[in-house]
Every structure is written in C-alpha cells, then in structure tokens.
C-alpha cells in the first residue's frame, strides 16, 4: 500500500515506513482528544498507555498540532496536576492554556494546577466503553 501527503509547497510526498506509523499514532492522538469532555482533563501519562507510547512522545505530537483548539491538546495535563506545556503559533503561551481551561469549567488550583476533581482516565473509560446493547 502507498501512503502520500502533501508537503509544505503542496506537492504529493510518498511516505515511508516510519513516516506512515507516526501519522497513525498522531491521528489516532488527535481522535482520543476529541472525546474528551469540555471541563475535563487527562495526563500525558494515560494516553501513552491507550497509544502504547511514551508519555513525551505523546507531548511531541501535542507540540506540533496544527489546530490547537478544534484538536483540543490544551486538555492534557501532567499526572501531578501541573499544566505542562502549550505551544501556540511555535511560542509557549502556558497561560493560554490555563485561561482555556478555566473557561471550559475545569477547576484549577490557581493558575497552574488542575484539581483531581477535573480528570478523566480515558484508558479505564475505553475499557468500559460497550458500543452496542445486548438484544
């Protein structure tokens, strides 16, 4: 199977390999952000263990989102409660991110720390997760 994109002039790029795993991973990334709620939060940490990642490659692909609010990347914190980073437009605006939070509901501990109240664990929520009713 051939796997193509377009590349920064818009022309068609074949991609290897490797290059196709990591797309997956990080489309698959951006799927799991979406079924986050608005006021919740998850860490780094549990989406590492849904993707079968390391939690800082997790925050590799965070880093280069493209679209920061319609792939809500701003909804991953570290397994603390700290923010972590947010990176908007290439500059570290961590305040941003906490302001988005604050206005989506999540409760925070002054401007830096997300409450434990505020957390989902996607990885216990996926497990139980039954898409169809028995009949």
Same mark, same amino acid.
Do not use: W
């Given at each position: 199977?051939?796997?193509?994109?377009?590349?920064?002039?818009?022309?068609?790029?074949?991609?290897?390999?490797?290059?196709?795993?990591?797309?997956?991973?990080?489309?698959?990334?951006?799927?799991?952000?979406?079924?986050?709620?608005?006021?919740?939060?998850?860490?780094?940490?549990?989406?590492? &263990?849904?993707?079968?990642?390391?939690?800082?490659?997790?925050?590799?692909i965070l880093s280069r989102n493209m679209?920061?609010?319609?792939?809500?990347?701003? &909804?991953?914190? &570290?397994?603390?409660?700290?923010?972590?980073?947010?990176?908007?437009?290439?500059?570290?605006? &961590?305040?941003?991110?906490?302001?988005?939070?604050?206005?989506e509901g999540v409760s925070l501990l002054?401007?830096?720390?997300?409450?434990?109240?505020?957390?989902?664990?996607?990885?216990?929520?996926?497990?139980?997760?039954k898409p169809f009713k028995k009949v």
């Open positions: 199977m051939l796997c193509f994109e377009l590349d920064a002039e818009g022309n068609l790029k074949l991609l290897t390999g490797e290059e196709i795993i990591k797309k997956c991973v990080s489309e698959a990334l951006y799927a799991l952000l979406q079924i986050i709620p608005t006021g919740k939060v998850t860490t780094y940490s549990d989406l590492s &263990r849904v993707l079968h990642i390391h939690p800082r490659a997790v925050a590799k679209e920061p609010i319609a792939i809500p990347c701003h &909804r991953v914190v &570290r397994s603390n409660g700290d923010l972590g980073g947010y990176t908007l437009n290439g500059e570290n605006r &961590r305040n941003f991110k906490s302001k988005l939070l604050a206005l002054g401007d830096a720390k997300v409450r434990k109240e505020s957390f989902i664990n996607l990885s216990k929520e996926l497990l139980l997760f």
